[in-house]
C-alpha cells in the first residue's frame, strides 16, 4: 500500500482543524515535566512538518522522519518558507537509524495506529530506544479503541470545495480492531470555469489498541512505561478518551 503521496499536497487543506497548537504545548509541557534538560526532538512520522516546525519553533532542536517522500517535500518547502532550518530525513520508522542520539522522540498523529502488526510495533519501539540517549524520551499519541468503534465506526464523510473534494469512506472491525479508510479525491488541476479536476485513491488501514497491549509491548521492548493521559483533559483517560498520549523512557 502506498499513502500520502498526492495526497500529501492536499493534506493541510483537510487537515487544518487539527489541533496542532495543543498538541505542540501538551508535548512542551510533557517534556519540561519528564524530560529534564531536553535539547534535541526527533519528530517520527512527521508529515508535512506541521509539528516539527512548532517544536522548533518552541527552542528545540529538532529533525524529521517520514516515509513518505511527499510529505516531506511538503515539509521542506514549508520549513524553508518560515526561516526554519530543519533536516527532514526519508526513513521507514520500523528500520529507524539516526548517526546521533536524541534527547526525546515524538510521534503524533496516528503513526502508532498505522502499525496494525506486533511485530512492526515492536520493530519500530526497539529502534526508537536504540536512538534515545540515556533516560531519553519517547512520546506518542494514539486513537483509542473507542474513538474507532464508536465514533469513527463504519460512516461515509464528503467534503466540497472550490478547487478540491474528498469522500472518506471509513470501515472498522470489531473482531480484529482494524480501521480501513479508502479516500477518493478530486483536485483541480484547471483554472477555467469548468475545468478539470484529478482523481485519485488512497487506502490507509490502522489498527486499534488498547493501553495495556502498548504497555506489554512497550516493556518487551526494554522501554519504560511513565504515564498515559487523555489528550483533550490532560488526565487519566476514560473509558470515552478518544486519543491518549503515552510517555515511555529509555
Known amino acids: 500500500m502506498e499513502s500520502y503521496s498526492d495526497f500529501a499536497y492536499l493534506y493541510d487543506t483537510f487537515m487544518e482543524d487539527v489541533p496542532y497548537d495543543d498538541w505542540a504545548d501538551l508535548l512542551s509541557c510533557l517534556i519540561k515535566a519528564y524530560g529534564g534538560n531536553v535539547k534535541t526532538v526527533l519528530d517520527l512520522g512527521c508529515g508535512t512538518g506541521n509539528m516539527t516546525m512548532r517544536l ?72 526508537v530506544k536504540d536512538c534515545l540517549s540515556n533516560d531519553g524520551l519517547f512520546i506518542f499519541d494514539i486513537k483509542t479503541v473507542h474513538m474507532y468503534e464508536n465514533v469513527m465506526g463504519n460512516t461515509t464523510i464528503a467534503e466540497n470545495r472550490d478547487d478540491c473534494s474528498f469522500i472518506w469512506e471509513n470501515y472498522y472491525s470489531v473482531e480484529d480492531h482494524i480501521n480501513e479508510y479508502d479516500v477518493t479525491f478530486f483536485k483541480k488541476v484547471s483554472d477555467e470555469e469548468d475545468g478539470l479536476f484529478k482523481r485519485f485513491e488512497e487506502t490507509h488501514i490502522q489498527r486499534a489498541l488498547t493501553i495495556e497491549e502498548l504497555k506489554d509491548l512497550i516493556l518487551k521492548c526494554g522501554l519504560r512505561f511513565v504515564t498515559v493521559i487523555d489528550e483533550k483533559t490532560r488526565k487519566e483517560p476514560t473509558a470515552d478518551s478518544e486519543r491518549v498520549f503515552i510517555v515511555c523512557r529509555k
Open 56 to 127: 522548533a519553533k518552541a527552542g528545540f532542536d529538532v529533525m524529521g522522519v517520514d516515509n513518505s517522500e511527499d510529505m516531506l517535500s511538503v515539509a521542506s518547502e514549508k520549513s524553508h518558507e518560515e526561516g526554519l532550518d530543519i533536516l527532514y530525513v526519508n526513513q521507514d520508522m520500523r528500520e529507524l537509524e539516526l548517526l546521533e542520539k536524541q534527547d526525546c522522540i515524538v510521534s503524533i498523529c496516528d503513526c502508532i495506529n498505522y502499525l496494525v502488526l506486533d511485530e512492526d510495533l515492536i520493530s519500530t519501539f526497539e529502534h
